[in-house]
């Protein structure tokens, strides 16, 4: 694990964790675009988050602007 100036990130291994983190990240993302939350359902599907075959290429071309050459390890592994 990589620590810089003291700070050591805690990865999430178990799902009780994670699933609380995902949802508060997804409704935050929504709410940046003037989502509601009562609408939260229908922007994901709107979105086709629920379907990886859609996101993930669209996630790992944003991941690669934004990170360009600087990855920490190898981004090929996640192809």
């Not at 699933?19 to 086709?48: D, H, N, R, V, Y």
Request: aromatic share 10%; glycine share 6%.
């Amino acid at each position: 694990m990589i620590s810089q100036k003291g700070w050591t990130p805690r990865i999430l291994w178990n799902a009780s964790e994670r699933k609380p983190l995902a949802k508060q990240l997804l409704a935050a993302a929504a709410s940046a675009q003037g989502i509601e939350t009562q609408a939260l359902g229908a922007w994901f599907t709107q979105q086709q988050l629920n379907d990886p075959k859609v996101f993930l290429p669209q996630l790992s071309q944003r991941l690669e602007a934004m990170v360009g050459d600087q990855w920490l390890f190898d981004p090929g592994a996640f192809r």
